[in-house]
């Protein structure tokens, strides 16, 4: 199956630090990874897009100098909160194709809880 | 872009009742409607799912239902039971991005 992981599962930070998310695909090579922000009890919302080698794709309205993404190999994306703020606590989300054009291999990772103090 | 709108936020019924969930898109481009469960605090798992090309998919008590001239699909659980209880979100997706849009949610609450 396509297991997609994530870390970390919580963080509590200090307002003004930065916090680094991983999004690895553990059992296949992932060209493009999907961040998502998730407020309690509301709907999972497109940060981003992030190929491999190349720069993201951020929605509109997402900060891309806040939220630096990093796809550095087929494995491995990260989510850089810069200068995390109280608003920006939230879940954040991962997910990652297997292979283009293949739906079922749309996989999640586990989530992050961020909480800024 | 995609606007997915999902209909209604909450949801109560009996157990052994049915429960209906309706989303409607906005990009004709659309082609994969996936739905996805999700417990509180965890990952959304995929329940589901429709292409374009299909009215209608049916996996034991859970089934799809897509309307593509109106734009709409819904998700149809029978028999509902207590595990049942979870976030419900629609998606919409296109073969040419990718991405998926969510809709935004609907909380089922299935009553012993």
């Known amino acids: 199956g396509a297991v997609v992981s994530q870390h970390p599962s919580r963080v509590i930070c200090k307002s003004g630090t930065s916090v680094k998310i991983e999004c690895r695909s553990l059992d296949f090579q992932a060209t493009t990874m999907f961040w998502y922000r998730q407020f309690p009890k509301q709907s999972l919302m497109l940060m981003a897009t992030s190929n491999e080698g190349s720069k993201a794709t951020y929605e509109q309205g997402v900060e891309k100098d806040k939220f630096l993404i990093n796809h550095a190999s087929l494995t491995l994306s990260t989510l850089t909160v810069t200068s995390a703020h109280p608003e920006d606590s939230s879940f954040y989300i991962c997910?990652?194709?297997?292979?283009?054009?293949?739906?079922?291999?749309?996989?999640f990772g586990s989530g992050t809880r961020l909480t800024v103090v | 872009g995609e606007n997915v709108e999902q209909h209604p936020s909450t949801l109560s019924v009996q157990e052994g009742d049915s429960a209906v969930i309706k989303c409607t898109y906005s990009d004709s481009a659309s082609n994969y409607f996936p739905w996805y469960k999700q417990e509180l605090g965890k990952r959304p798992q995929l329940i589901i799912d429709i292409r374009s090309n299909v009215g209608e998919k049916k996996d034991q008590r859970i089934a799809v239902t897509l309307n593509k001239t109106a734009k709409h699909f819904s998700l149809h659980i029978t028999e509902t039971q207590p595990e049942d209880s979870a976030v419900y979100f629609c998606a919409a997706s296109s073969s040419t991005g990718n991405q998926f849009y969510f809709g935004t949610g609907t909380s089922l609450t299935v009553i012993p």
């Open positions: 997910s990652a194709i297997k292979q283009r054009g293949g739906f079922g291999g749309y996989t």
